[in-house]
């Protein structure tokens, strides 16, 4: 009789994280799966996505700004499922009521704020790469700006459902979650 594989748990994957080094694993139905270092251009948008919105926050308050943390969703088909958008809004609410931040453990809260940006360079096939757009909106994120530098366009989704394409003279609004946030598409991917 075959015995079924131990599902780690949130604090246990960050604890083999921690130990084994590897520092670009996402946890996915009870286990690390590897995910490949960004490319140039997808970390420049990243550092550019995560300055603007710092900025935002900065001058306006109202919570952090996360670079490829992870949050624990609390998804009911994987409660478990750790995510690390690459840049995320937390309101300070949504921190105080996960306990605080801590360098030990991932953060359970949904970003209000969540931004991903497509490279070929992911080593996960591209469905994954979608699932990780669902999982977010499922769990509860507001905006969610899915942007595709090499094509210079992004979508954003919203959790209604609702999503819509912007290009380059387009801008990205913060809406409800980051008010007054505003950033020209094409200047993000410029620079």
């Known amino acids: 009789m075959a015995t079924a594989a131990h599902r780690l748990t949130a604090e246990e994957a960050i604890r083999r994280h921690a130990e084994s080094g590897e520092h670009r694993d996402e946890f996915v139905a009870g286990r690390l799966l590897p995910v490949s270092p960004a490319g140039a251009l997808h970390g420049l948008v990243i550092a550019e996505v995560a300055r603007r919105l710092g900025n935002q926050v900065r001058e306006h308050g109202g919570g952090r700004i996360f670079a490829d943390a992870g949050f624990v969703l609390g998804l009911p088909e994987d409660p478990e499922r750790v995510p690390s958008p690459d840049v995320a809004f937390v309101s ?3 921190i105080a009521a996960a306990g605080g931040v801590a360098d030990e453990r991932f953060l359970r809260a949904v970003p209000e704020l969540a931004v991903e940006i497509f490279s070929p360079t992911h080593d996960r096939e591209p469905e994954q790469f979608h699932q990780r757009v669902r999982d977010l909106l499922d769990a509860g994120v507001r905006i969610l700006w899915v942007i595709y530098p090499a094509a210079r366009y992004a979508v954003v989704h919203h959790r209604d459902g609702s999503a819509r394409m912007l290009r380059d003279d ?5 809406e409800d979650a ?12 410029d620079g």
């Open 92 to 94: 300070h609410e949504a």
């Open 170 to 174: 387009d801008e990205l609004e913060g």
């Open 178 to 189: 980051l008010p007054g946030l505003r950033i020209r598409m094409g200047d993000l991917l």
